[in-house]
């Protein structure tokens, strides 16, 4: 293995990685200390393919660093090369399926032996010194056989205590039937309690088993229907706190804990919550004392509050801007001095966050996400947070060093790590996206129109669906999500399913992403990694279109079809571009928008961010107007959750936390009423241009486990 502290060469040219220079046939250059990083990266990775994503990532350490910036760094690097050596290509660029760069040039490291200053010995002087050498080898023959094994079993040892521990090796812990998440573990590693799911619709109930015996569950209340969720331990195992969503009593409770029996009792409602509060996270400091995450209504932002059961009170501890979702993942670490957050930023990336409990300061770290999948655990010492990367490796983030490692060699092996104390394990949640069956496409005969409201499943093909739009003929193409969380781009024709080959799958295509079609021809637009591409609808061959600089989703045609409306992630105003991807128009009259439906008279529908409402504007007059008032939307991104209509709008919403449906708003009346339940939280809907179907991606019933990591 390379020491990239030490020289070392690329082919002929010796690399410095303490000077930042290049040296070759005595000529030195020097190059840019990030030029001497990606050649070190390399230098370790030799002979694989290195994507962008892991540049971007491991080197870069912040996700939003464009391709461009990757390229530039990557050609400047090839032209020092080749102010050395111009004969030798260093890197390769790998285009296809796994695209990236890979080091073309051996790369040798050997001890650099010191050169004698006596180069001026006469001939009998160096023999005299030969035979006295013989002689002294010929006296230290057994010590030196001794020496170099000694020497071999110390370096041994001393290269296994600093290498990294890789966690490679998943076993299921669980045996139930349907899902498993949100697990919790006490804190001296001895018990585990976690929520389960039979079934759609049946609700959330928790389980408790000892860590030994994990396959031995016991139910912790006897009670059904509890609808509990999101549990904590506390540190003497006498309490525990969980989220409970009965209907009418929704919030916190405390309840006390039996370690023995594994069940609980006399739970209370402690702290009420509203149902905007969907997915707290619930921390113990002490006895006494526990962190969770609330927010007090649907547009504000989480924040955290420490509550005292002596005193019944919370106390508010983080004020995040208040543009953001807000502070997610709350953890206090095993000596009590940290409490580890995920914060939301404004374009719904993560960030993780340390708060220290002394001196009630927040310490922004280089840890950073644009997944969902945001829990995280401290280790045993607490200098360490583990946590799953964008790339989908279990990490850890080392606190006074300020590293990061990956800890796994295998992506994707589950999510929302937890540490078993005192042992080198995790638990993990199985990812319900890599798990088959994940989600389908239904078509439901609309009561609105005279239809039974009977449904049947159109589209199941073993992969999770983020994304659906109906083309000609009763037709749709949809996106989905494979294990690596790579996309793939199939069709629905004529009761018929298959996958469009010639989509270029990449790392770099990841969620969010949104479709939309535009009507009369072959051609639809694929909203991914904050730009857009055009898909032949019958091939799946994409081109690039909306400029990699523009940071925007949610596309849609025009009326005409000759632009592209999109929203803009900054939240600054919506965004006008022809066909061609150009010329790029702002469009300031649209602030804050989400999703955009352009009528044939020129005037727009679109939902407005952060409530999703749904706004009519006439440019002419100039004059916003709201049209329905929604409760929650689960998905920010999506363009397709509210369909325009000759006579109405179609629109998802969720009146209640469980309850997602269709309503459908009539221009003629002003008024909104319900058409369908919507089995998912994805928003994506799609009406038949006859009106006659109405067709959603809903989640099914399957199993996940929860996975011990070793």
Not at 16 to 35: F, N, Q, R, V
Not at 337 to 357: F, K, S, V
Request: proline content about 4%; hydrophobic content about 35%.
């Amino acid at each position: 293995m390379i020491d990239i502290e030490k020289p070392f060469k690329l082919e002929n040219i010796t690399v410095h990685p303490k000077t930042d220079e290049l040296s070759y046939c005595g000529k030195t250059i020097a190059i840019k200390s990030m030029a001497m990083k990606v050649i070190c990266y390399f230098a370790k990775n030799k002979d694989i393919v290195i994507s962008r994503d892991c540049l971007r990532n491991d080197l870069w350490q912040n996700p939003t660093t464009s391709n461009h910036t990757i390229n530039n760094h990557i050609y400047s690097l090839r032209q020092s090369l080749a102010q050395l050596d111009d004969q030798t290509k260093f890197f390769h660029t790998v285009t296809g399926t796994k695209n990236g760069y890979r080091l073309l040039a051996d790369v040798t490291q050997e001890t650099i032996q010191p050169i004698s200053s006596s180069t001026g010995l006469n001939a009998s002087k160096l023999s005299d010194e030969r035979a006295h050498n013989k002689n002294k080898l010929n006296k230290t023959k057994l010590r030196s056989l001794i020496l170099p094994s000694f020497l071999i079993v110390t370096c041994i040892i001393i290269f296994l205590s600093q290498e990294t521990k890789f966690y490679n090796h998943a076993t299921a812990l669980t045996s139930h039937a349907g899902q498993e998440q949100n697990p919790a573990i006490s804190l001296d590693g001895d018990i585990i309690i976690y929520a389960n799911r039979t079934r759609r619709p049946f609700t959330w109930e928790l389980y408790a088993s000892k860590v030994q015996t994990p396959l031995q569950p016991t139910k912790v209340f006897s009670s059904m229907a509890n609808h509990d969720n999101f549990v904590s331990i506390s540190p003497n195992k006498k309490y525990i706190a969980f989220i409970r969503y009965a209907k009418g009593a929704e919030g916190i409770y405390i309840a006390n804990f039996n370690a023995d029996s594994l069940t609980a009792h006399n739970e209370k409602l402690t702290i009420p919550l509203s149902a905007v509060n969907s997915t707290p996270a619930i921390s113990w400091l002490n006895n006494s004392q526990f962190f969770y995450t609330a927010k007090k209504t649907a547009l504000a932002p989480l924040k955290i509050y420490l509550y005292d059961l002596a005193t019944n009170r919370s106390e508010q501890v983080t004020s995040p801007p208040i543009n953001t979702v807000g502070d997610f993942a709350v953890v206090v670490s095993p000596d009590r001095n940290w409490l580890a957050i995920m914060r939301a930023d404004n374009l719904h990336g993560y960030q993780l966050y340390l708060y220290h409990l002394s001196t009630k300061t927040l310490m922004k770290t280089q840890v950073t996400n644009t997944e969902q999948r945001l829990n995280i655990s401290f280790s045993d010492d607490s200098l360490k947070v583990y946590f799953v990367d964008q790339q989908g490796f279990l990490s850890s983030y080392d606190i006074k060093k300020k590293i990061i490692t990956k800890i796994s060699a295998q992506q994707h092996m589950g999510y929302w790590p937890l540490k078993v104390p005192g042992k080198e394990q995790f638990i993990m949640q199985e990812d319900w996206g890599l798990s088959p069956l994940t989600a389908q496409i239904i078509k439901t005969n609309n009561p609105r129109v005279g239809g039974d409201g009977a449904s049947e499943v159109v589209v199941n093909n073993g992969l999770s669906i983020a994304a659906v739009e109906g083309i000609a003929n009763g037709g749709l193409i949809f996106a989905s999500v494979k294990p690596n969380q790579q996309i793939e781009i199939w069709k629905y024709q004529h009761g018929k399913v298959f996958k469009l080959n010639e989509f270029h799958e990449t790392i770099e295509y990841r969620e969010p992403l949104n479709l939309h079609w535009s009507k009369n021809t072959n051609t639809a637009l694929l909203s991914i990694n904050k730009t857009c591409r055009i898909i032949d609808i019958d091939s799946g061959k994409d081109t690039p279109l909306c400029p990699d600089n523009e940071n925007i989703y949610a596309g849609r045609f025009s009326y005409d079809g000759q632009s592209i409306f999109l929203a803009s992630f900054d939240n600054s105003n919506a965004i006008e571009i022809g066909v061609s991807g150009y010329p790029v128009n702002h469009i300031p009259e649209l602030g804050s928008v989400n999703s955009i439906h352009q009528n044939s008279d020129g005037s727009f529908y679109y939902s407005k961010e952060p409530s999703f409402d749904i706004y009519h504007f006439n440019p002419t007059t100039g004059e916003n107007t709201q049209i329905v008032k929604r409760t929650f939307v689960y998905h920010r991104y999506s363009g397709n959750d509210f369909v325009v209509t000759a006579k109405g709008i179609y629109y998802m919403d969720r009146i209640a936390v469980t309850k997602n449906s269709i309503y459908y708003y009539d221009f003629s009346s002003k008024k909104s009423e319900y058409i369908i339940d919507s089995k998912g939280n994805y928003p994506s809907l799609v009406i038949s241009e006859d009106e006659r179907f109405i067709y959603l991606i809903e989640s099914t019933n399957h199993d996940s486990k929860l996975l011990l990591i070793e």
